[in-house]
């Protein structure tokens, strides 16, 4: 088998060097897949990168082909198939993460030009750095050899945040919770949708088609919280971390990048949805040309928006709310960038 050309930018920062060690150990490729692993990050952080690379190699990941460390796009993106963006100002408190755009979009233009000039032409891109929608969308933008279908951001992290929130108000096990959504930004404007969920029988975690279902707004009955405390706990979840521990989400954020890159690659469980930043198509009235989130399923390693769900009135609302943040968001960073 040939080894996958794979790089994680700002991988001397918190999220990134988690992420090292779970590509390495075959957390999103599979334990058999050779990985030549390139790691990316600025000067200051170049001895960050060298004790890196000193204990990925003392892991003795069998899976571990090679690591480059480097500060240079070239080197970086040569032939790559899969990058993890992720190098780029965390916000502080008392910020939003539009409040980034000026410290981060020029990261993402020239990393996307990089993309476009040295990496492989089917290469897949995950945008974690934020603001992550407008980031991806600048990326795309700069890559046109590339689909923009090989580009997303990252919404996984608020799903996983909501799943764990459903089914501890529900009292079930949250592996029998199925297709909770996330539309729009990764921001507070973000809308966690549960209209579409259900819980599978808590002894059969594996699905099949005789699996009897029980939608998730049968088992919580309190409209109040679904509809405004739930929906503002996630909204507001990256904050209340950065409030708590002073500096944002690293761990879980790094779970969910194995959990977006996996199901990317190797397939959605059957009967699941998840939710990635993608381009949008138009799909429910969402504007083109702005990086959305939505339903999708993910097979043969390609995503695909889930259409036609009905979507009541509520729904839209908060679904138009985070297309107009994401509109805004773009037109201050294009401003910027001078486009
Ligand atoms: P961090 O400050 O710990 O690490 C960032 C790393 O990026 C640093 O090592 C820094 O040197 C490096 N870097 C800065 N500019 C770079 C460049 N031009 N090229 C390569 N590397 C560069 O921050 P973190 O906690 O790891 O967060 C990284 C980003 O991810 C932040 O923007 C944060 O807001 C975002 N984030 C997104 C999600 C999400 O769900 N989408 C979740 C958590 C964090
Ligand atoms: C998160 O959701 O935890 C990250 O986007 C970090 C942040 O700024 O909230």
């Known amino acids: 088998m040939k080894p996958l050309h794979v790089c994680i930018t700002g991988a001397a920062g918190q999220i990134g060097q988690i992420v090292a060690f779970k590509v390495a150990n075959g957390e999103i490729f599979g334990k058999s897949q050779l990985i030549n692993?390139?790691?990316?990050?600025?000067?200051?952080?170049?001895?960050?990168?060298?004790?890196?690379?000193?204990?990925?190699?003392?892991?003795?990941?069998?899976?571990?082909?090679?690591?480059?460390?480097?500060?240079?796009?070239?080197?970086?993106?040569?032939?790559?198939?899969?990058?993890?963006?992720?190098?780029?100002?965390?916000?502080?408190?008392?910020?939003?993460?539009?409040?980034?755009?000026?410290?981060?979009?020029?990261?993402?233009?020239?990393?996307?030009?990089?993309?476009?000039?040295?990496?492989?032409?089917?290469?897949?891109?995950?945008?974690?750095?934020?603001?992550?929608?407008?980031?991806c969308l600048i990326c795309l933008k700069n890559a046109p050899r590339i689909r923009n279908s090989n580009f997303c951001a990252m919404t996984r992290l608020d799903l996983n945040r909501a799943k764990y929130q459903i089914a501890l108000k529900a009292n079930r096990n949250v592996s029998t919770l199925r297709n909770v959504i996330i539309w729009g930004n990764h921001s507070s404007t973000q809308f966690p949708d549960v209209s579409q969920a259900y819980f599978i029988n808590e002894d059969d975690e594996i699905d099949n088609e005789n699996d009897e279902e029980i939608r998730?707004?049968?088992?919580?009955?309190?409209?109040?919280?679904?509809?405004?405390?739930?929906?503002?706990?996630?909204?507001?979840?990256?904050?209340?971390?950065?409030?708590?521990?002073?500096?944002?989400?690293?761990?879980?954020?790094?779970?969910?990048?194995?959990?977006?890159?996996?199901?990317?690659?190797?397939?959605?469980?059957?009967?699941?949805?998840?939710?990635?930043?993608?381009?949008?198509?138009?799909?429910?009235?969402?504007?083109?040309?702005?990086?959305?989130?939505?339903?999708?399923?993910?097979?043969?390693?390609?995503?695909?928006?889930?259409?036609?769900?009905?979507?009541?009135?509520?729904?839209?609302k908060k679904m138009e709310e985070s297309a107009k943040e994401l509109i805004e968001e773009k037109e201050t960073a294009f401003r910027f960038l001078n486009y």
């Open 37 to 135: 692993l390139a790691l990316l990050d600025i000067e200051p952080a170049f001895p960050l990168l060298e004790a890196l690379q000193m204990e990925l190699e003392e892991c003795l990941f069998s899976s571990l082909k090679s690591i480059t460390i480097t500060t240079d796009l070239k080197v970086a993106f040569e032939k790559c198939q899969y990058a993890i963006l992720i190098g780029a100002k965390p916000r502080g408190k008392n910020m939003q993460r539009k409040d980034l755009i000026e410290a981060n979009s020029k990261i993402f233009e020239e990393q996307g030009r990089a993309i476009n000039e040295y990496a492989d032409r089917r290469i897949k891109v995950l945008v974690v750095g934020n603001p992550a929608n407008t980031n």
């Open 216 to 316: 998730v707004e049968e088992v919580i009955k309190d409209k109040t919280w679904i509809q405004k405390d739930f929906i503002e706990l996630i909204q507001q979840r990256g904050t209340t971390v950065i409030n708590a521990r002073g500096l944002s989400s690293a761990a879980s954020a790094a779970q969910a990048i194995c959990d977006h890159m996996r199901d990317w690659i190797q397939g959605t469980p059957s009967n699941s949805i998840t939710s990635f930043g993608v381009i949008s198509d138009g799909s429910y009235g969402i504007p083109r040309d702005i990086v959305y989130s939505f339903p999708v399923v993910c097979f043969n390693s390609e995503w695909q928006i889930i259409k036609n769900l009905k979507i009541e009135e509520f729904t839209k």
